[in-house]
């Protein structure tokens, strides 16, 4: 699978996440897409959990549960694996 269908995929599950629960997903688009990126970048789920923290910390001044950060943070990891390119 290339790349862009892998960031497709990802954009997706982090989109459906919607931990805000904002009536308009799109409203937490920008953080989507930094978490997104901390994905790419940490590539270990405690390490990107705590990304995930921080994005919505920063954006929201909301301290999300680490618990559902790391759920969300494996389901990532466990995507990225499943469609690296071979």
């Known amino acids: 699978m290339s790349n862009n269908e892998l960031n497709i995929h990802l954009y ?4 459906a996440w919607n ?3 904002f009536d308009d997903p799109t409203m937490g688009d ?8 901390a994905v790419h970048h940490y590539g270990e789920p405690t390490e990107i959990a705590e990304a995930f923290q921080q994005i ?3 954006s929201f001044e909301v301290s999300l ?3 559902a950060c790391l759920q969300k943070a494996r389901e990532a990891v466990q995507l990225q694996q ?5």
């Open 19 to 21: 931990p805000m629960n």
């Open 30 to 37: 920008a953080e989507v897409y930094e978490m997104m990126d």
């Open 56 to 58: 919505f910390q920063f």
């Open 65 to 67: 549960p680490k618990d």
């Open 12 to 15: 997706q599950l982090l989109a």
């Open 82 to 86: 499943s469609c690296e390119v071979i």
